[in-house]
C-alpha cells in the first residue's frame, strides 16, 4: 500500500535534483563575454524589458541575470517583471580620494610574485586609474583598483529586521531564514577620508581592513561573530576568525578556507564586499572588455529596505526599488592561480567592475569543473560622503546602503543581504568606533558582554 507513495516521493526527489542541476550543463565560455554590448551602443530610457522581450536586450546582461531571464531554470524571473530603463547618473569617487589618487598613482607598480603579481609603492587612493584595454596586465591591475578602492576608515552597516530585510536565505521549497546582522568595518592603512590621517593612530599592528559580521538574531544564532583580517601585505595570508557562543570563545579557522559559508549563507569568505574578497597575488586576471550592463545603481532608499518589493520567494526586484542603468563595465575573468587552483571552489569569477567606482556591478561565478553556479547582482543607493559636500559613495568596499543578492543555480537556494542605515567615520554609533574591540581576535570575546 505504500509502495505508490514512496515512488511519488522518489520522483519528485529526482526531479528536484534535475532542477537543481539542470544549469551546471552551462560552460564558461569568454565569448559570451566579449560579445557583449560594448559603450557605443545604448538602450533608450523609458525601455521596459520582460520576460517577452528579454533576449533583445541580453547582450547587456551577466549569465545570471540572463538566466533569470530565460525561465529556463529552477529560479525564473516572474512573467509580470519588468525591468525599466532609465537615465545613468554619474557616480564618481570622493573628493580626498580622487586626491590622493592623483597624488601617488604614478609610484605604484605590479611586482611579480610567483605565478601571480603583488605591488610596491601604493600609498592611498585607487593604485591604476588609468587602464588600457591592451595591457595584458589590465586584468591584475584592475583586481587592485577594486582591491583598494574607496572604503572609509569606519563603516558601520544594519540587515534587518527592518520591513524583513536583513540576511535571508530562501530554499527550493520557499522556506525562509532570517538573520538580524551589523557590519563593522575599518581600514586602518591607506586611509583617504578628509581629517583622517592615511594611516590612523589606533593601527592594529599590520592589518589593513578588518571586517566584522555580528549576528543578533535568531536568538539560536545571537553572538555569532564573523572578523577577516587583511594585512598590509597583500601577499600575506588573511586571517579568519568565528565566535562560537557555545564554547565561549574565538576559533581561528584555516586560512586556505575561503570556500567556507559566510554565516551560514550562499557566499563564501571570497564572496563578501560585494561578490570580491579575494587575495590579489593568488589570482590572475584577464579583462574580456569594457562593456555595457544593466544596473539598479541608484535605489529608491526606502523602497530597497523592504522585502515587500521583491517578488516572493525568488526575491528579484520589483520595479518600485529603481529603474535600470546601463553602466560601462570593465569585464574581468578572475582565476586563482594554476598551483593553488585545485580545490578551490570557483574555476572563474567574472566580474563586472563599475568603470566610475570599481564596484562590482554583477558577478558570474563558475563551479570548479568550469560550470555556472552562482550569480551575485548588487543594487546600490549612494551614500552621502560625511566632510566631502556633494559627494557621493557606493557600497564603501563591503557595507553600505546595498541590496546584494545570490541565487545558486545548481543548488536552487538564494541569499538576499539588505544592508541600509549605514554611517561612516564620526557618524558611526560611539560604541562601534573602537578598532581593538571591533577589528582583533580579542575583541571577539567580549561580545556577550
Sequence with gaps: ???????????????????????????????????????????????????????????????????????????????????????????????????????????????????????????????????????????VKLIYDNYYNYIPYNVFSEAGPKNGSGWTGVDRYGDKTWSYVFEIYFKLKHVSDPGIPITPPDQQGDTFLAQNNVVWEPEQSKYTNDLLIFYDDPARDPEVYVFVPALRRSLRLSSAARCAPLLGSDYVADDSREGINIQPPIFQGKLLGIKRVLEIAHADPAAYQNYNNYFNPMSFPKPAVGKWELRDAYVVDIRRVPSLQRGYCYSDRVAFLDKETF???????????????????????????????????????????????????????????????????????????????????????????
Design 359 to 449: 564596484e562590482p556591478i554583477d558577478l558570474d561565478l563558475y563551479d570548479s569543473s568550469s560550470k555556472f553556479w552562482k550569480g551575485i547582482l548588487n543594487i546600490y543607493y549612494p551614500t552621502p560622503m560625511p566632510g566631502s559636500p556633494g559627494d557621493y559613495v557606493t557600497a564603501l568596499g563591503g557595507p553600505g546602503n546595498i541590496c546584494s543578492e545570490l541565487w545558486d543555480f545548481q543548488n536552487n537556494h538564494i541569499t538576499l543581504a539588505i544592508m541600509y542605515n549605514t554611517k561612516i567615520d564620526a557618524q558611526v554609533p560611539a560604541e562601534y568606533r573602537d578598532s581593538a574591540r571591533w577589528g582583533t581576535p580579542a575583541g571577539m570575546e567580549q561580545v556577550m558582554q
Design 1 to 139: 500500500m505504500k509502495t505508490p507513495a514512496i515512488a511519488a516521493v522518489f520522483i519528485l526527489s529526482v526531479l528536484l535534483f534535475l532542477a537543481g542541476t539542470a544549469n551546471s550543463q552551462q560552460a564558461y565560455d569568454p565569448s559570451v563575454y566579449t560579445s557583449m554590448g560594448g559603450p557605443e551602443e545604448s538602450i533608450p530610457v523609458g525601455t521596459k524589458i520582460t520576460t517577452g522581450n528579454w533576449q533583445n536586450y541580453q547582450r547587456f546582461m551577466s549569465v545570471g541575470l540572463r538566466s533569470l531571464m530565460s525561465q529556463k531554470y529552477f529560479w525564473k524571473v516572474p512573467a509580470d517583471a519588468v525591468l525599466e530603463v532609465g537615465p545613468t547618473i554619474k557616480i564618481g569617487l570622493p573628493r580626498k580620494y580622487r586626491e590622493d589618487t592623483e597624488k601617488y598613482h604614478d609610484q605604484v607598480k605590479l611586482v611579480p610574485h610567483g605565478e601571480g603579481y603583488s605591488i610596491s609603492g601604493y600609498v592611498a587612493g585607487l593604485p591604476f586609474p588609468e587602464i588600457d584595454p591592451k595591457d595584458p596586465l589590465a586584468g
